[in-house]
């Protein structure tokens, strides 16, 4: 796997480089054809925290992960393991997808087991249907506000799409626009 690893506001030493490339290189192990896979990580410092940012691309989705802690070496582990949790999470659910069509799922390899099977718990409890009106940003993040939710699904008149505005966790604002 290629991991590109950049540094936010960090200069990104020889020993940090290692320490991720031989982390997350574990990921490997789960991945098919992971030579051609180009994973990226991104390092960050906010106030006392180190933050790492890994993003896995395969073909048929993104695995993703964040973590934060005070120790930067603290931080990768702890991503590693959220990250192959991610993977062990997903086995079943992937399997049970593909099952008339084994051949999909040609970018893990499934050689492990898991101890102990969860209950897949989650499931559609409600479904809302919303009127979107069309308004810039600014009035998208005043809605958000005003009704309270971290995120707003809008008409955007600026870009003409729908997007969606958050509130991210450094307290500023994000948007994801539809093609």
Do not use: W
Request: glycine share 2%; charged share 35%; aromatic share 6%.
């Amino acid at each position: 796997m290629k991991i590109i690893i950049r540094g936010v506001k960090v200069e990104v030493t020889p020993a940090i480089k290692n320490h991720i490339k031989e982390k997350i290189g574990k990921l490997d192990k789960y991945l098919k054809d992971s030579e051609n896979i180009e994973t990226t990580v991104i390092i960050r410092i906010r106030n006392n925290e180190q933050m790492i940012e890994v993003t896995v691309p395969t073909q048929k989705f993104t695995l993703r992960a964040e973590e934060s802690h005070s120790n930067l070496y603290a931080a990768v582990d702890l991503v590693l393991d959220k990250l192959e949790s991610q993977i062990r999470k997903h086995k079943t659910r992937l399997k049970d997808k593909y099952k008339k069509e084994p051949n999909k799922l040609n970018d893990f390899i499934f050689d492990f087991d898991i101890m102990q099977e969860k209950e897949n718990k989650n499931k559609v409890v409600k479904i809302k249907n919303i009127d979107s009106k069309p308004m810039d940003e600014e009035e998208a993040i005043l809605q958000m506000e005003l009704i309270g939710h971290d995120f707003f699904i809008f008409n955007n008149i600026d870009e003409n799409c729908i997007s969606v505005v958050y509130k991210r966790k450094d307290g500023n604002y994000g948007i994801i626009n539809t093609k």
